[in-house]
């Protein structure tokens, strides 16, 4: 590509003009002749670069920078799915298509740039393989940028009310879910046997360590052994957990877990003794000896102003009514929105599974997904620890699941 030197003035030359060339030797080195073509290729016109992305670590500190032309991504990890926009040239554009197995985030190129007007945000690029493109508006540093967030579908819960007492934990597990003989299925203080003891008692928040990752069980007990051939077994029954997108075709992948509650600040006196809610995910897995399901913590969602990293904190609810007692989303509530590709669990679906065989759970619809997984829906459900200093009340949750 022609270098053509910044600052450079054109006064156009005509074809049919043969006394471009006649001037001095001087004046020809101090006048040097560009074609249109010159000009298109050095104003980023012609074929665009492709280049192969490589990412670097969850955050806006992210080594890795995207070029102006094509970025492709073809590989994601927990702990590397950032990169940063090009330094900003006013007109210039570059693509991302994300071909890898997870979502990425993509930042402004330094501290205090703009993605559609959001000062330090970031994108959400889904790994569905289609290409999307930013437009620099602005610049020089930090430069602002546009693009067209990819449409997500949403998923809302029934919500989830918590009664709770001041002075002892309360620990519900459920998903909104109504048992027809019993009302509301949820268990509060639920009870279960140590994966390894054997021994009966409160189940954990977070849960037991299962094979190096995490295993959930409720309500039917657990076991580090496979079920017998073509068992399919809930812990607990089905009205506990919720198959998500039953209609879609093929595993869409969550992008983001939005909560929304009636807690208030002031409901706690003690910072960090906030609502924490956890989402499990339940999955099919093939062995040698047949078809089972496994229960496997996924996510977490903090409710605390001064979450641990690389959590999202809890915000609150600025403008609305306030209700005696406070509602969902009334002014000064607190909400959350956490991105799922940041702390999803990675999990190994059943113990003596291949190492490197883990799958992400962040999967809605139906599978299979994996060498190792059949063609079964993927379940979720939510465990609300509300601590023993919170504020005498019944607690509620809205919980809603974007996803590609």
């Known amino acids: 590509m022609t270098d053509i030197p910044s600052g450079t003035q054109f006064q156009g ?23 249109i073509e010159d000009i298109a290729a050095a104003s980023g016109g012609g074929e665009l670069t492709v280049s192969t992305l490589v990412l670097q670590g969850t955050t806006a500190s992210t080594t890795s920078q995207a070029i102006y032309g094509i970025n492709l991504i073809d590989t994601a990890t927990v702990s590397n799915l950032a990169t940063r926009l090009p330094n900003p040239t006013t007109g210039k554009e570059t693509t991302f298509v994300n071909n890898s197995s997870m979502p990425v985030l993509v930042f402004p190129s330094v501290s205090g740039g703009k993605i559609n007007g959001v000062v330090d945000g970031y994108a959400s690029i889904p790994n569905d393989g289609m290409p ?7 610049n020089p540093l930090p430069g602002a940028w546009v693009w067209n967030p990819p449409a997500v579908a949403q998923h809302q819960f029934p919500t989830i009310s918590v009664a709770h007492t001041n002075g002892t934990e309360t620990k519900a597990y459920g998903c909104g879910g109504v048992n027809q003989y019993t009302g509301a299925a949820q268990i509060i203080n639920p009870q279960c046997p140590d994966p390894n003891t054997g021994v009966v008692g409160p189940c954990p928040f977070p849960d037991y360590p299962y094979n190096g990752n995490y295993f959930m069980a409720v309500n039917g007990g657990s076991s580090s052994t496979v079920p017998p051939v073509g068992a399919i077994t809930f812990y607990p029954q089905p009205e506990y957990w919720k198959h ?16 929304y509650s009636n807690f208030l600040r002031s ?58 007692p406070a ?27 291949v190492a490197g065989s883990e799958q992400p759970t ?39 699941l974007e996803h590609t």
């Open 327 to 353: 509602e969902v989303g009334d002014v000064g509530t607190v909400y959350s929105i956490q991105p799922a590709n940041t702390v999803q669990n990675q999990v190994l679906l059943f113990q003596g599974a």
């Open 132 to 138: 999307y493109t930013f437009s620099c508006v602005q």
């Open 244 to 259: 998500v997108a039953p209609n879609s075709i093929g595993p869409k992948t969550i992008t983001q877990t939005k909560i």
């Open 362 to 400: 962040d999967y809605v619809g139906v599978g299979p997904v994996g060498q190792f997984m059949p063609a079964t829906p993927f379940y979720h459900s939510f465990g609300i620890t509300i601590p023993a200093e919170c504020a005498t009340k019944t607690y509620k949750f809205d919980i809603f």
């Open 267 to 324: 409901d706690t006196s003690i910072a960090g003794q906030e609502p924490i809610i956890q989402r499990y995910i339940s999955m099919g897995f093939n062995t040698s000896l047949g078809s089972a399901m496994g229960n496997y913590y996924a996510s977490k969602v903090y409710l605390s102003g001064s979450a641990p990293s690389p959590y999202e904190n809890g915000l609150e609810v600025t403008q609305g009514p306030l209700s005696t």
């Open 13 to 35: 030359v005509i074809p049919s003009n043969d006394y471009k060339s006649k001037k001095s030797a001087l004046l020809n080195s101090l006048s040097p002749l560009y074609s």
